[in-house]
T-cell receptor, first 111, second 114 residues
Framework: GQSLEQPSEVTAVEGAIVQINCTYQTSGFYGLSWYQQHDGGAPTFLSYNGLDGLEETGRFSSFLSRSDSYGYLLLQELQMKDSASYFCAVRADQAGTALIFGKGTTLSVSS | DTAVSQTPKYLVTQMGNDKSIKCEQNLGHDTMYWYKQDSKKFLKIMFSYNNKELIINETVPNRFSPKSPDKAHLNLHINSLELGDSAVYFC?????????????FGEGSWLTVV
């Protein structure tokens, strides 16, 4: 089967750094994306990795190692507003019709 | 301006009814999707529609039927609603050439079947 594994919950304090890992097992791989979803809201795109390495966007960075079928999202200088669910997603086919999401990691940031 | 908009936002209906959710995107994207998010927040793709080509997810019951009058609209019609259909349904679209690497979601439609 096809699966993405990520921790169900992570807690941290304001100003800290958090890493959310994602390991995947899919029939194909054409990229790893990350999405943020606040309670009651829609998923919002954060970052995409198509090749190995680190992508940085402000306080957020994402990393991919295709040989390890592994990626992570790094959140720095955590703020209360970062409390949300974070999903990794793999495009498993070239056309982008088979998009598989992980079950999400709930991040709770406290003061 | 809302990029991907869907209506209604909330829908409560009885088992056995037929309902539709409408979606429109003003981003000029060619590919649109319907996703279902269950009570455990699990997001699962239901359909993708690229211009005139509909890609059907075989795990979706045929009670669900997408309809696209043009590339800016992708509606979802559900027949004979069941309790298990209660979920949040997200419409989404993706820019040309990105093949789903970057997805823009609508605000969601909360469907409750009683």
């Amino acid at each position: 089967g096809q699966s993405l594994e990520q921790p169900s919950e992570v807690t941290a304090v304001e100003g800290a750094i958090v890493q959310i890992n994602c390991t995947y097992q899919t029939s194909g791989f054409y990229g790893l994306s990350w999405y943020q979803q606040h309670d009651g809201g829609a998923p919002t795109f954060l970052s995409y990795n198509g090749l190995d390495g680190l992508e940085e966007t402000g306080r957020f960075s994402s990393f991919l190692s295709r040989s390890d079928s592994y990626g992570y999202l790094l959140l720095q200088e955590l703020q209360m507003k970062d409390s949300a669910s974070y999903f990794c997603a793999v495009r498993a086919d070239q056309a982008g019709t088979a998009l598989i999401f992980g079950k999400g990691t709930t991040l709770s940031v406290s003061s | 301006d809302t990029a991907v908009s869907q209506t209604p936002k909330y829908l409560v209906t009885q088992m056995g009814n037929d309902k539709s959710i409408k979606c429109e995107q003003n981003l000029g994207h060619d590919t649109m999707y319907w996703y279902k998010q269950d009570s455990k927040k699990f997001l699962k793709i239901m359909f993708s529609y690229n211009n005139k080509e509909l890609i059907i997810n075989e795990t979706v019951p045929n009670r669900f039927s997408p309809k696209s009058p043009d590339k800016a609209h992708l509606n979802l019609h559900i027949n004979s609603l069941e309790l298990g259909d209660s979920a949040v349904y997200f419409c989404a679209s993706t820019p040309p050439g990105t093949y789903g690497n970057t997805i823009y979601f609508g605000e969601g439609s909360w469907l409750t079947v009683v």
